[in-house]
């Protein structure tokens, strides 16, 4: 008996103790689960902090770090939990060498256990120095941590750096033994009728079909194009990114006379190059209404595998000469429709008034990433395009060309990853994406898989998320993209409030020590949901970034684990498949800023449009070398006529080539091309509304032959002229209970004459006219000084003046406001918070000094405006937009008194 009891007392000791180990060993794990929460700034990864809260450099909102790698310990061998708590908290020297850790080059905040590429740039990660050693512990990071001036220095050595390549895969190829012939296309230009959105709406074919015919070579061949104008106007067809004589490059008043309507002209040209490019109208805004199509070259070798061109558009309903309008008269119609408004009431409902009024101080419009509202995209002409014939395992190659006029698009795949083998017809070392943006007028060539046997979907997005277009690839269940989500514009409005100052000029000091190039920092990131959260509603009670799931659905899922594996394609990643170093040559270096403003829809580079600069000339056999800094708030894709650009992105001697280069806001990039072609080559951006207004430059060559293309150049370089000096109409014109009042004027880029009115039903209600001509000063043209004629009658008898009499102004002058008649000249500016402040000085040595402000956005409908100047006259209204012509709308005057009925806004 005492033996059992010996016996039964043991066990109970080691069950007692076995119990407590297992105790111990479940407060680590609580431990490592516990660790304490680090937060972080998607666009200064430098940050760190223990609480949540906002950036101290760019204000932005701090999101939760990625756990680290140290809390990912490998599984632990059970024998080895059940060790002492001594040896567990003190791990040997030997387990901690064995942990190896991955780190980014270019961001060292970046910390994996396991190879793959930076979720920031794409980069290929590599091993962090090993952090085991007998020395005292050194603090994180410090191995791999590097000043972003150290960071710009080593851009230039990038090309020793691995890049997120594709394993070389074996794809056969086909060889076409075919010898080199004349291809000729007759290309028919007719007028159509459309129905893309559910109206029926007036548009232009090519043979018929919209887009036009996809038009495919080899190299060798050479070109033989009729185009037959059946159009009752001009027109005319650019060869977008083609090598060839410059009086076939198809650039109206510029390289040749427009095409005469119901005349045939043939573009004859050899093709020397290869690759993915695409055609259109360069005459007016044609391009926006039918006039865009592949242009395919073929190599001698190609990849034996299907291959599909692809072209990429939007469809307005509006007539593009009324878009063109719209945008030059600062309409939030757009706005309104893409349901992108940051009225106050949207501010005030998700906490944003401070950012809505720093905004405003800062005499800015509201935040946008896109001009115009369209009602539908289009891949091929089609919104839904199925391509059922693939099954799977199969490779396709897609050539895609971005056709729209004004969208940028992000291009992604359900199927997996994009592989992406050539841009704007360049080959490079093939890279893996998850998904890319393709600017206005870029080309990529990507490879995507079938995985199975369904199909699959490549989602077109254009940036401002606002709609979609397919391209379905393979047949059977249907997978569908994750659709991306709404853009938090308050998030990019607090951003963009923090790099511009009170003068309209981006601040690179607000980004401290970056240098931003080649797309390696997206601005619009803070924007973008699936990397930075959900919006957190005001009513929320906990900070956290991330929006929880609410539903079963991918869109209510915490995408933060998911997004931090995201590769986005940028430009570093392309690498050159051969050398493409220019030849030795002296460098004609040239630097321009891009700038422009929303306000007037004014686009420029140097604040000069094309009419007012002269053609940069060049001299054939010298490298032209060009250094492109982006000043304003949206993108600008910059086209090179007739030759291809090397990119400078790091990549040393292998720089890719290309003639399109996208730039995003506080950019700075340098690109370089042989000047080897005689010819004037337009320079310019290729959002079309942009070009319109006049951001572009012409190179041409010294001593070159003349163009027997243009007969009389001064005849066309007035014509040329003419696109950016355009005069632009708008009037607003109230009818109301208690009177009319309006205005109306003509402005182009400079100029503006205006004609305001007051008119009531009677003589106590008083007849004021005021017509001005003047011209606006600046880049942000925020100063309009003017001369005209005022006109002002009234009798007594009409309604109160709620500041008394108003036989003398507030400058102690007796007023002449009742019956006034006069010539004037004064300065009107524009004002923080958006108020114009307006000084005249009439003929008669009267003064007047007025502020004003119109559209003062209330809701996402309803607008305000005021106005009082020191004749005491004094106007309040507001306005309930209905639709882009007409407003319900009411006011108040100080001498027509209240009234109400209706607005209409042309």
Known sequence: MKKIA?????????????????????????????????????????????????????????????????????????????????????????????????????????????????????????????????????????????????????????????????????????????????????????????????????????????????????????????????????????????????????????????????????????????????????????????????????????????????????????????????????????????????????AIKGGHLKTKLTNEWKRMNAMDVSDVYYDKFLVNGKNQFEQTQFKAGDKVRLRIANGGASSYFWLTYSGGKITVVATDGNDVEPVEVDRLIIAVSETYDVIVTIPENMSYEFLVTPEDRTKSASLWLGSGMKIPVQKLPKLKYFAGMKMMNQMIDMRGNLDPASMGDMQMSNQIMDMNTVMYPEVTGEEVKKKRKDTSSMQMPNNNSMQGMNMEAETLDLVTLNYTMLKATEKTTLPQASVKELKFNLTGNMNRYVWSLDNKVVSETDKILIKKGENIRIVLYNNSMMRHPMHLHGHDFRLLNGQGDYAPMKNIIDIMPMERDTIEFAANVYGDWFFHCHILYHMMSGMGRVFTYENQPANPEIPNPRLAQRKLFADDRMFHFMAKVGIESNGSDGMAMFANTRWKASTMWHLGYHDMHGYESETMVGRYLGRMQWLYPYVGFDYHYKMEGGPKNIFGSEAKNWFGQTSNKDNRKTVVAGIAYTLPMLFVADARIAGDGKFRFQLSRDDIPVTKRLRASMMINTDKEYMLGVRYIVNKYLSISTHEDSDMGWGAGFTFTY
């Open 6 to 346: 010996i016996i039964i007392f043991i066990l109970t000791t080691c069950s007692f103790v076995q119990a407590q180990d297992m105790k111990g060993m479940d407060m680590d794990k609580k431990e490592i689960k516990q660790q304490p929460v680090t937060y972080t700034c998607p666009m200064h990864p430098e940050i760190h902090s223990t609480k949540p809260g906002n950036c101290p450099k760019c204000g932005m909102k701090l999101i939760k770090e990625k756990t680290k790698a140290v809390a990912k310990q490998p599984e632990v061998k059970k024998q080895e939990v059940e060790k002492p708590k001594a040896d567990t908290t003190k791990p040997k020297a030997m387990d901690m060498q064995e942990q190896v850790t991955y780190t980014c080059p270019m961001h060292p905040e970046i910390h994996s256990t396991k190879q793959g590429n930076c979720p920031k740039c794409g980069m290929k990660l590599i091993k962090e120095k090993s952090k085991a050693t007998a020395q005292p512990p050194v603090k994180k990071d410090s191995t791999m941590q590097m000043s972003m001036k150290d960071t710009s220095q080593k851009m230039n050595d990038m090309d020793n750096m691995e890049m997120p390549k594709v394993k070389p895969q074996t794809i056969k190829t086909i060889v076409n033994n075919t010898p080199p012939r004349t291809v000729r296309y007759d290309l028919y230009i007719t007028d159509t009728i459309v129905n893309f959105s559910g109206k029926t709406k007036r548009a232009i074919a090519v043979n018929g079909q919209i887009p036009m015919p996809t038009l495919t070579f080899t190299e060798g061949d050479t070109a033989e194009i009729y185009v037959h104008n059946e159009l009752n106007g001009e027109t005319s067809l650019h060869w977008h990114g083609l090598f060839l004589h410059n009086q076939y490059d198809g650039v109206p008043n510029l390289t040749q006379m427009p095409i005469k309507p119901h005349t045939t002209h043939l573009y004859k040209f050899p093709i020397i190059q290869h690759g993915t490019h695409w055609y259109h109208s360069h005459t007016g805004l044609q391009e926006q209404i039918g006039m865009y199509g592949m242009f395919i070259m073929n190599k001698r070798e190609e990849l034996d595998i299907p291959t599909l061109p692809i072209i990429l558009s939007e469809w307005a309903d509006m007539k593009p000469e009324e878009i063109h309008r719209s945008l030059h008269n600062a309409t939030d119609w757009f706005a309104i429709k893409k349901g992108t408004t940051q009225s106050y009431a949207e």
